[in-house]
């Protein structure tokens, strides 16, 4: 009998997803279809309620639709002793790439303040500043942060990194830990954040860290809202010591209509899309390591659930 997995994601996408999975020789089940004790082999969820996951018995692996794993962080969520597996897939990977590139060379080549003059009728030039006199920061040099990492080498930019552990990539000059995050923070032109949202983790983008910042350099941050404190933001963007924020998450969303941010000059928005989890793409992650369990070898991308990420 085929084994069963049931998905709770994007739901506009289900047929999507069925297509994906084809190769898998697997029953696949819309989450809103599955019968109460109904068992299940696997799960692909996105903010699984509580209980949800501790109602069908015989579950193997519980897999995240994405990259983060907060969705799955709160009292009764996930069921003891399972595996969780965290996405990692191309199509996510190369959409975080693409926006952080996008984003720095935007204001590495100042299209703001050209839109500007545009806007103005103005003919105005600002001095080119070559990329490799500029610094690039990532703070989370994980996944995400490394491919995007690779992706602004061919540019020239110093590329700076920090993560919890020590690291070595090559073109990339590594701090880790808590105490070496002021001194690489007070390096960073750009400062791209792609850290998980954990308990360690929340609310570093505050102004204690930031005023070590450069003088008008601009923040991206497209982990989640949770790491960012807002106030702080617009304070620091009010003064000028934050020339620019382009920010994908945020603490509450859909961010309010009434929310300041909106409005701010200096501030880029765009609505927690700077990457996305493709069915196509991610169905071959999830079902490697349906095929890793089925023979009894380690799954790969375990999350580590205590740590947070
Ligand atoms: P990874 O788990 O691969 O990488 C996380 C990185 O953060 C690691 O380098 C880790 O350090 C570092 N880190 C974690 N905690 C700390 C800490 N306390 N101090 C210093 N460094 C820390 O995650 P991904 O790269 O795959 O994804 C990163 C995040 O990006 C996700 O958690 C998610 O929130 C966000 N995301 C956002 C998307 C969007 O559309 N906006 C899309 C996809 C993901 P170490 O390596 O030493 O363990
Ligand atoms: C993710 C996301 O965590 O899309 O994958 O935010």
Redesign the pocket.
């Known amino acids: 009998m085929a084994e069963t997995l049931a998905i709770k994601a994007d739901f506009e996408r289900f047929d999507e997803w069925t297509e994906a999975f084809r190769p898998g020789n697997l029953e696949l089940v819309h989450w809103d279809d599955l019968k109460a004790g109904q068992p299940l082999d696997y799960a692909l969820v996105w903010y699984p309620e509580p209980g949800a996951l501790h109602r069908h018995p015989g579950l193997k692996i519980i897999f995240s639709v994405?990259?983060?794993?907060?969705h799955l962080v709160g009292e009764n969520i996930l069921p003891p002793g399972i595996p969780v597996v965290?996405m990692?897939e191309t199509a996510?990977t190369l959409g975080?790439a693409e926006y952080v590139v996008y984003h720095v060379l935007r204001h590495h080549r100042f299209m703001p303040q050209y839109e500007q003059f545009q806007r103005d009728r103005a003919w105005e030039e600002i001095l080119q500043i070559p990329a490799n006199q500029r610094t690039v920061g990532i703070l989370?040099?994980?996944?995400?942060?490394t491919a995007c990492a690779q992706a602004l080498m061919p540019f020239g930019f110093s590329i700076i990194g920090?993560?919890?552990?020590e690291?070595r990539l090559e073109g990339v000059e590594h701090y880790?830990g808590?105490d070496q995050l002021d001194r690489m923070i007070s390096r960073c032109d750009y400062l791209v954040c792609?850290?998980?949202?954990?308990r360690?983790?929340r609310h570093i983008l505050r102004r204690e860290h930031l005023r070590h910042l450069p003088e008008g350099a601009v923040l991206i941050n497209?982990?989640?809202g949770g790491l960012q404190v807002e106030d702080d933001l617009i304070e620091m963007l009010d003064s000028g010591h934050l020339g620019a924020a382009v920010l994908?998450?945020f603490e509450k969303e859909p961010l309010p209509p009434d929310n300041p941010l909106w409005s701010h000059p200096r501030v880029t928005i765009t609505p927690?899309?700077?990457?996305?989890t493709l069915p196509e793409t991610s169905a071959r992650h999830v079902l490697a390591n349906i095929e890793r369990c089925r023979a009894g070898l380690p799954l790969t991308h375990v999350a580590d659930m205590a740590r947070g990420?």
């Not at 994405?66 to 907060?70: C, S, T, V």
């Not at 920090?162 to 552990?165: E, F, G, Q």
């Open positions: 994405g990259a983060g794993l907060d965290r990692v996510l975080m989370g040099m994980g996944v995400l942060g920090w993560s919890r552990t690291k880790h808590a792609l850290l998980p949202y954990t360690a983790t497209v982990g989640r994908d998450v927690h899309v700077a990457s996305m990420y």
